[in-house]
Protein backbone atom coordinates (compact mmCIF):
# COMPACT_ATOMS: atom_id res chain seq x y z
CA UNK A 1 0.00 0.00 0.00
CA UNK A 2 1.24 3.42 -0.98
CA UNK A 3 1.68 6.54 1.59
CA UNK A 4 3.01 9.91 2.18
CA UNK A 5 4.16 11.02 5.52
CA UNK A 6 3.64 14.94 6.25
CA UNK A 7 3.80 16.88 9.36
CA UNK A 8 2.34 20.02 10.94
CA UNK A 9 4.71 21.69 13.19
CA UNK A 10 6.41 18.15 13.93
CA UNK A 11 2.54 16.76 14.50
CA UNK A 12 3.15 13.82 11.85
CA UNK A 13 0.46 11.58 10.32
CA UNK A 14 0.90 8.42 7.51
CA UNK A 15 -1.09 9.50 5.12
CA UNK A 16 -3.06 7.04 2.52
CA UNK A 17 -4.91 8.53 -0.57
CA UNK A 18 -7.85 6.16 -0.77
CA UNK A 19 -8.80 7.75 -4.38
CA UNK A 20 -6.29 4.73 -4.58
CA UNK A 21 -5.99 2.47 -2.09
CA UNK A 22 -8.50 0.70 0.17
CA UNK A 23 -8.46 -0.55 3.69
CA UNK A 24 -11.22 -2.37 5.14
CA UNK A 25 -13.52 -0.37 7.79
CA UNK A 26 -13.08 -3.53 10.22
CA UNK A 27 -8.78 -3.34 9.63
CA UNK A 28 -8.33 0.45 10.15
CA UNK A 29 -7.95 0.47 13.78
CA UNK A 30 -5.23 -1.96 13.72
CA UNK A 31 -3.48 -0.61 10.18
CA UNK A 32 -3.58 2.87 12.09
CA UNK A 33 -1.52 1.44 15.23
CA UNK A 34 0.64 -0.42 12.48
CA UNK A 35 1.82 2.32 10.41
CA UNK A 36 2.18 4.68 13.24
CA UNK A 37 4.37 2.14 15.14
CA UNK A 38 8.30 3.41 15.34
CA UNK A 39 9.59 -0.11 15.58
CA UNK A 40 7.02 -2.42 13.25
CA UNK A 41 5.59 0.20 11.23
CA UNK A 42 6.45 3.82 9.99
CA UNK A 43 6.21 5.65 12.95
CA UNK A 44 4.04 8.72 13.25
CA UNK A 45 1.12 10.37 15.39
CA UNK A 46 -1.63 7.90 13.69
CA UNK A 47 -2.73 7.38 10.07
CA UNK A 48 -5.19 10.13 8.01
CA UNK A 49 -7.44 9.03 5.02
CA UNK A 50 -8.11 11.32 2.04
CA UNK A 51 -11.30 9.94 1.04
CA UNK A 52 -14.06 11.25 -2.14
CA UNK A 53 -16.79 12.79 -0.71
CA UNK A 54 -20.40 13.17 -1.53
CA UNK A 55 -20.40 16.69 0.07
CA UNK A 56 -17.56 18.42 -0.18
CA UNK A 57 -14.18 18.29 -2.54
CA UNK A 58 -12.31 15.53 -0.07
CA UNK A 59 -12.78 13.88 3.16
CA UNK A 60 -10.85 13.38 5.98
CA UNK A 61 -10.69 10.40 8.38
CA UNK A 62 -8.24 11.08 11.55
CA UNK A 63 -6.68 7.77 13.54
CA UNK A 64 -4.50 7.94 16.44
CA UNK A 65 -1.51 5.85 17.03
CA UNK A 66 -3.61 3.84 19.80
CA UNK A 67 -6.20 3.10 16.73
CA UNK A 68 -8.90 5.55 18.21
CA UNK A 69 -11.15 7.50 15.09
CA UNK A 70 -11.28 11.56 16.09
CA UNK A 71 -13.94 13.93 14.21
CA UNK A 72 -11.31 16.42 13.84
CA UNK A 73 -7.30 17.02 13.35
CA UNK A 74 -6.22 20.82 12.62
CA UNK A 75 -2.70 20.04 11.84
CA UNK A 76 -3.94 16.98 9.61
CA UNK A 77 -6.31 19.52 8.19
CA UNK A 78 -3.65 21.63 6.48
CA UNK A 79 -1.24 18.48 5.00
CA UNK A 80 -4.84 17.15 3.61
CA UNK A 81 -5.57 20.44 1.79
CA UNK A 82 -1.96 20.48 0.53
CA UNK A 83 -1.80 16.90 -0.23
CA UNK A 84 -5.37 17.48 -2.15
CA UNK A 85 -4.22 20.69 -4.20
CA UNK A 86 -0.70 19.57 -4.84
CA UNK A 87 -1.98 16.23 -6.47
CA UNK A 88 -4.95 18.05 -8.31
CA UNK A 89 -7.64 16.19 -6.50
CA UNK A 90 -8.58 19.84 -5.91
CA UNK A 91 -8.19 22.59 -8.78
CA UNK A 92 -9.43 25.45 -6.76
CA UNK A 93 -6.94 27.12 -3.72
CA UNK A 94 -10.36 27.56 -2.07
CA UNK A 95 -12.12 24.20 -1.81
CA UNK A 96 -14.29 22.50 1.58
CA UNK A 97 -13.34 19.11 3.70
CA UNK A 98 -15.34 16.80 5.38
CA UNK A 99 -14.77 15.86 8.29
CA UNK A 100 -16.81 13.71 10.47
CA UNK A 101 -16.98 16.94 13.25
CA UNK A 102 -18.10 18.51 10.18
CA UNK A 103 -16.90 20.52 6.95
CA UNK A 104 -14.51 22.80 6.77
CA UNK A 105 -13.47 25.21 4.33
CA UNK A 106 -9.52 25.58 3.25
CA UNK A 107 -7.60 28.35 1.23
CA UNK A 108 -4.12 26.97 0.17
CA UNK A 109 -1.42 29.56 -1.07
CA UNK A 110 0.66 27.79 -3.71
CA UNK A 111 4.69 29.65 -3.96
CA UNK A 112 5.86 30.50 -7.45
CA UNK A 113 6.51 26.95 -8.10
CA UNK A 114 2.83 26.21 -7.54
CA UNK A 115 3.65 24.23 -4.08
CA UNK A 116 1.90 24.74 -1.14
CA UNK A 117 3.60 26.20 1.94
CA UNK A 118 1.04 27.40 4.26
CA UNK A 119 -2.66 27.10 4.71
CA UNK A 120 -5.67 28.57 6.11
CA UNK A 121 -8.21 26.46 7.91
CA UNK A 122 -11.90 27.92 8.55
CA UNK A 123 -12.23 25.30 11.56
CA UNK A 124 -16.26 26.70 12.07
CA UNK A 125 -17.54 27.07 15.29
CA UNK A 126 -16.42 25.96 18.19
CA UNK A 127 -18.90 24.00 20.43
CA UNK A 128 -18.79 25.25 24.11
CA UNK A 129 -22.05 23.34 25.83
CA UNK A 130 -21.09 20.47 28.07
CA UNK A 131 -23.11 18.28 26.28
CA UNK A 132 -21.43 18.91 22.88
CA UNK A 133 -17.98 18.57 24.78
CA UNK A 134 -19.03 15.82 25.94
CA UNK A 135 -18.62 16.70 29.56
CA UNK A 136 -20.86 15.30 32.29
CA UNK A 137 -20.87 16.04 36.10
CA UNK A 138 -23.26 18.15 37.92
CA UNK A 139 -22.68 20.98 37.43
CA UNK A 140 -24.82 24.31 37.38
CA UNK A 141 -23.42 26.17 34.43
CA UNK A 142 -24.03 24.85 30.30
CA UNK A 143 -20.22 26.27 29.83
CA UNK A 144 -17.59 24.88 31.23
CA UNK A 145 -15.02 28.05 32.18
CA UNK A 146 -12.72 27.70 35.08
CA UNK A 147 -14.19 24.50 36.49
CA UNK A 148 -12.57 22.67 39.45
CA UNK A 149 -11.68 18.99 38.16
CA UNK A 150 -10.82 16.57 41.14
CA UNK A 151 -7.65 14.54 39.77
CA UNK A 152 -6.48 11.70 42.13
CA UNK A 153 -7.01 14.19 45.09
CA UNK A 154 -5.35 17.28 42.97
CA UNK A 155 -7.60 19.90 42.20
CA UNK A 156 -7.13 21.77 38.01
CA UNK A 157 -9.38 24.53 36.75
CA UNK A 158 -10.30 23.53 33.12
CA UNK A 159 -11.88 24.99 30.30
CA UNK A 160 -13.87 22.71 27.88
CA UNK A 161 -14.14 23.36 24.46
CA UNK A 162 -14.78 21.27 21.45
CA UNK A 163 -13.39 21.60 17.82
CA UNK A 164 -15.04 18.66 16.60
CA UNK A 165 -12.93 16.80 19.03
CA UNK A 166 -12.70 17.43 22.90
CA UNK A 167 -9.86 19.26 24.73
CA UNK A 168 -9.95 20.49 28.18
CA UNK A 169 -7.47 23.47 28.50
CA UNK A 170 -5.43 24.89 31.77
CA UNK A 171 -4.15 28.16 32.21
CA UNK A 172 -0.47 28.10 33.59
CA UNK A 173 1.84 30.83 35.20
CA UNK A 174 4.85 28.99 33.99
CA UNK A 175 4.47 26.68 30.85
CA UNK A 176 7.87 24.89 31.63
CA UNK A 177 6.54 23.44 34.82
CA UNK A 178 3.23 22.54 33.12
CA UNK A 179 2.90 18.78 34.92
CA UNK A 180 2.02 17.11 31.33
CA UNK A 181 3.28 13.73 31.82
CA UNK A 182 1.87 13.26 35.55
CA UNK A 183 -1.60 15.03 34.80
CA UNK A 184 -1.97 14.07 31.66
CA UNK A 185 -3.02 10.58 31.03
CA UNK A 186 -5.01 11.12 34.66
CA UNK A 187 -7.25 13.86 32.44
CA UNK A 188 -7.69 12.21 29.10
CA UNK A 189 -9.57 9.61 30.79
CA UNK A 190 -11.33 11.20 32.89
CA UNK A 191 -14.63 9.90 34.17
CA UNK A 192 -15.89 13.36 33.24
CA UNK A 193 -15.44 13.01 29.96
CA UNK A 194 -17.02 10.11 28.52
CA UNK A 195 -15.03 10.24 25.23
CA UNK A 196 -12.17 10.67 26.89
CA UNK A 197 -10.55 14.56 26.07
CA UNK A 198 -7.10 16.11 24.74
CA UNK A 199 -5.31 18.02 27.56
CA UNK A 200 -3.92 21.26 27.20
CA UNK A 201 -1.80 23.55 28.86
CA UNK A 202 -1.60 27.47 28.47
CA UNK A 203 0.55 30.40 29.81
CA UNK A 204 -0.43 33.74 28.35
CA UNK A 205 2.17 36.00 26.99
CA UNK A 206 -0.30 38.46 25.91
CA UNK A 207 -3.82 39.20 24.72
CA UNK A 208 -2.20 38.38 21.25
CA UNK A 209 0.40 35.53 22.45
CA UNK A 210 0.59 32.29 24.09
CA UNK A 211 2.33 29.15 24.88
CA UNK A 212 1.07 26.18 24.44
CA UNK A 213 1.55 22.13 25.12
CA UNK A 214 -0.45 19.51 24.83
CA UNK A 215 -1.21 15.70 26.13
CA UNK A 216 -3.33 14.59 23.10
CA UNK A 217 -5.91 11.68 23.48
CA UNK A 218 -5.12 8.77 22.34
CA UNK A 219 -1.54 9.59 21.35
CA UNK A 220 0.03 11.19 24.26
CA UNK A 221 2.94 14.41 24.10
CA UNK A 222 2.91 15.29 20.50
CA UNK A 223 4.54 18.56 19.20
CA UNK A 224 1.64 20.09 18.11
CA UNK A 225 -2.03 20.02 18.34
CA UNK A 226 -3.92 22.41 15.97
CA UNK A 227 -7.74 21.95 17.51
CA UNK A 228 -5.49 22.48 20.64
CA UNK A 229 -4.48 25.57 19.52
CA UNK A 230 -8.09 26.18 18.53
CA UNK A 231 -8.91 25.26 21.53
CA UNK A 232 -6.37 27.41 23.65
CA UNK A 233 -7.35 30.65 21.83
CA UNK A 234 -11.00 30.25 22.45
CA UNK A 235 -10.39 29.15 25.99
CA UNK A 236 -8.55 32.24 26.84
CA UNK A 237 -11.11 34.65 25.56
CA UNK A 238 -13.59 32.59 27.70
CA UNK A 239 -11.43 33.65 30.61
CA UNK A 240 -10.92 37.02 29.20
CA UNK A 241 -7.10 36.70 28.34
CA UNK A 242 -7.85 37.15 24.79
CA UNK A 243 -10.49 38.62 22.34
CA UNK A 244 -12.26 37.97 19.28
CA UNK A 245 -11.46 39.19 16.12
CA UNK A 246 -7.22 39.24 17.19
CA UNK A 247 -5.34 37.22 15.54
CA UNK A 248 -3.10 35.22 18.11
CA UNK A 249 0.47 33.07 18.26
CA UNK A 250 0.35 30.35 19.56
CA UNK A 251 3.59 28.82 20.09
CA UNK A 252 3.47 25.08 20.41
CA UNK A 253 6.53 22.88 20.98
CA UNK A 254 7.00 22.53 17.19
CA UNK A 255 6.49 26.15 15.80
CA UNK A 256 3.64 28.62 15.72
CA UNK A 257 0.01 28.60 14.47
CA UNK A 258 -1.67 31.87 14.32
CA UNK A 259 -5.23 31.96 15.17
CA UNK A 260 -8.56 34.24 15.14
CA UNK A 261 -11.82 33.63 17.13
CA UNK A 262 -14.08 35.67 14.66
CA UNK A 263 -16.89 37.79 16.64
CA UNK A 264 -19.27 36.23 13.64
CA UNK A 265 -18.43 32.88 15.24
CA UNK A 266 -15.39 31.20 13.11
CA UNK A 267 -12.25 30.34 14.45
CA UNK A 268 -9.58 30.86 11.61
CA UNK A 269 -6.22 28.52 11.93
CA UNK A 270 -3.13 29.31 9.41
CA UNK A 271 -0.07 27.35 9.51
CA UNK A 272 2.41 25.16 7.52
CA UNK A 273 1.62 21.48 5.89
CA UNK A 274 4.67 19.77 5.07
CA UNK A 275 5.67 16.34 3.04
CA UNK A 276 8.32 13.95 4.79
CA UNK A 277 8.28 10.85 2.41
CA UNK A 278 6.42 8.58 0.07
CA UNK A 279 6.81 5.01 -0.04
CA UNK A 280 5.21 1.98 -0.33
CA UNK A 281 4.48 -0.38 3.65
CA UNK A 282 3.82 -3.92 3.51
CA UNK A 283 0.26 -4.34 5.90
CA UNK A 284 -1.10 -8.09 7.17
CA UNK A 285 -3.45 -9.74 4.82
N1 LIG B 1 -5.78 13.32 19.30
C1 LIG B 1 -6.90 14.04 18.70
C2 LIG B 1 -6.87 13.89 17.16
C3 LIG B 1 -5.68 14.62 16.53
C4 LIG B 1 -5.79 16.11 16.73
C5 LIG B 1 -4.50 16.89 16.60
N2 LIG B 1 -3.33 16.17 16.18
C6 LIG B 1 -4.70 18.17 15.79
O1 LIG B 1 -3.77 18.61 15.06
O2 LIG B 1 -5.80 18.79 15.93
C7 LIG B 1 -8.23 13.47 19.25
O3 LIG B 1 -8.27 12.28 19.61
O4 LIG B 1 -9.20 14.25 19.29
Same mark, same amino acid.
Given at each position: ? +????????????????????????????????????? +???????????????????????????????????????????????????????? $?????????????????? %??????????????????? %???????????????????????????????? *?????? %??????? +???????????????? $????? +?????????????????????????????????????????? *??????????????????????????????????????????????
Amino acid at each position: M +NFTKMHGLGNSYIYINMFEENIPEEKLAETAIHLADP +NRGIGADGMILIMPSSSCAVKMRVFNNDGSEAKNCGNGLRCVAKYSFDKGLVHQSQ $FSIETLGGPVQATVYPDE %QGMVQNVTINMGQPQLKRS %QIPMVGTQRHDQVVGEQLDISGEMVEITAVSM *GNPHAV %QFVESIE +NAPIMAHGPLLEKHEA $FPDWV +NVEWVEVVSPSELHFRVWERGTGVTQACGTGACAAVVASVLN *GYSEQDVEVTVHLLGGDLTVTWLSEGNVIMTGPAEYICTGAVYTHS
